[in-house]
């Protein structure tokens, strides 16, 4: 069964960047697309990034200009460069993989992140 592993959360002051990484367990998996998700506290889980293996990619409003979600040169790996952190991006960012020989989303656990001065 293959994972997701993400890790980079943690406390960060308003203004500040974050760099989130998702890796997969299994790198002989094909994925057709990556994304980050967040859910804040009492709010529903928003898209927030996505990008296909072909290299395209969309941002949620919100985060549009501010985000960059990209490809590592590990097989399976995505980042989320996160720049201008305002309070309300406090979240568990989530991390999922579409494979394409998988029949299911796969989703990550989350990773914690706290904007606050």
């Known amino acids: 069964q293959v994972q997701l592993v993400e890790s980079g959360g943690g406390l960060v002051q308003p203004g500040g960047s974050l760099t989130l990484s998702c890796s997969a367990s299994k790198t002989h998996l094909s994925f057709l697309t990556m994304a980050w998700h967040r859910q804040a506290p009492g709010k529903e889980r928003e898209l927030v990034a996505l990008?296909?293996?072909?290299?395209?990619?969309s941002y949620g409003d919100s985060v549009k200009g501010r985000f960059t979600i990209s490809r590592g040169d590990a097989k399976n790996t995505v980042y989320l460069q996160m720049n201008r952190l305002k309070v309300e991006d406090t979240a568990v960012y989530y991390c999922?993989?579409?494979?394409?020989?998988?029949?299911?989303?796969?989703w990550g656990q989350g990773t914690q992140v706290n904007v606050s001065s």
């Open positions: 990008i296909s293996y072909g290299g395209s990619t």
């Open positions: 999922n993989a579409n494979f394409k020989e998988v029949a299911n989303l796969v």
